[in-house]
DNA sequence: GATCCGTGGTC
DNA sequence: TGACCAAGGAT
């Protein structure tokens, strides 16, 4: 089974959304810096942060040249904030070891920090062109019901999902067809309600032909987010982004009521590099308060 | 492989 | 309205 790759791309070209770092002018770092971004972070409060990332720190040694706490607060409210420190040693490791360019093999890319198999393999493909598989959740979908006619992606596995994958590449425009498929996953097969009538390939959907049959996998667990520890050390970070002081204890400890968790996750937070103690006992983000 | 790690929009 | 979902990675 394959999906028709002219059906797929000519698609791609009337459909895809302009974004910026698809642009052609966009540089590998532009592209590497989208792709932390958008883990698990949607397009719309990516965009304006990316642009103001690409504005400020055009090129991977302007970004090591600021301190971590600079890229913390600048991070904003995108979520996992730990990725914004990756993102700054990443940078650090690039212009170091990489002359201030973007390694475009995917091994290279797979030894920085916070880059993992699906980023890497998206900046060897969208910044340099190389013909890799580049699966997401949303190509594992697109796959999923497309290709093998179920519902949904069963749980995730690197290795399997990557020869799935790469067995449906063309030779040519491998990178172009792999955005269209994320894209696809994006705007028409999306994950709760489908828009199979305006999709390309439902003429060949192995989902459709197969009758639509519901999920069968696994259940998914869903994951809580109120009163967990991501809860409380979000509302934590957010003092310390929200002020360029320092502050006493006192001032975190508004944030959440239970003491022994607020603790542990202030704990984390110094642990993970996020927050830092000052000399004076007082809690700031990292590098801007030494 | 399961769990943890933020945040906000959607139906 | 609350559960689900969003271009994952590290451990």
Redesign the pocket.
């Known amino acids: 089974m394959s999906l028709d790759t002219e059906l797929v791309l000519d698609w791609f070209a009337e459909t895809a959304r302009d ?1 910026p ?2 642009r052609p002018e966009c540089t590998a770092w532009g592209v590497l810096v ?2 932390i971004m ?6 719309a ?1 990516v965009e304006p942060i990316w642009r103001e990332w690409l504005e400020r720190w055009p090129v991977p040694s302007a970004m090591a040249a600021a301190s971590q706490g600079e890229v913390v607060r600048a991070w904003g ?6 990725r914004a420190l ?1 993102l700054h040693a990443a940078a650090a490791v690039i212009e170091a070891e990489h002359d201030d360019v973007v390694p475009s093999d995917v091994d290279t890319l797979l030894g920085l ?8 393999r ?1 900046v060897a493909a969208f910044a340099y062109g190389q013909k890799v598989p580049v699966v ?3 190509v594992r ?1 697109v796959v999923a019901r497309a290709v093998h006619g179920a519902a949904d992606a069963g ?1 995730p ?1 690197t290795t399997r999902d990557l020869a799935d994958v790469d067995a449906l590449l063309p030779e040519e425009g491998a990178a172009v067809y792999s955005a269209a498929l ?2 696809l ?2 705007l028409i097969c ?4 489908p828009k199979c009538a305006d999709c390309p390939v439902f003429g060949e959907c192995a989902w459709q032909i197969a009758g639509r049959p519901a999920y069968a996998g696994p259940v ?4 809580k ?1 109120a009163g ?4 409380v ?3 934590l ?2 003092v310390l982004r929200g002020t360029s002081e320092a502050v006493p204890k006192a001032k975190l400890d508004v944030v959440w009521s239970d003491a022994g968790q607020r603790d542990k996750c202030l704990h ?1 937070l110094l642990v993970d590099g996020l927050v830092e103690q000052t000399a004076g006992g007082l809690f700031a983000l990292p590098g801007e308060h030494r």
């Open positions: 974004l770092w698809r989208s792709e958008l883990q698990q972070t949607p397009v409060r409210k995108l979520g996992y904030p730990r990756r920090p916070g880059i993992g198999a699906y980023t890497a998206a997401d959740t949303n979908r749980p596995s994320m894209e996953g994006a999306t994950a709760r309600a998914k667990v869903a994951q987010f967990t520890d991501r809860q050390r979000g509302l970070l957010d984390s």
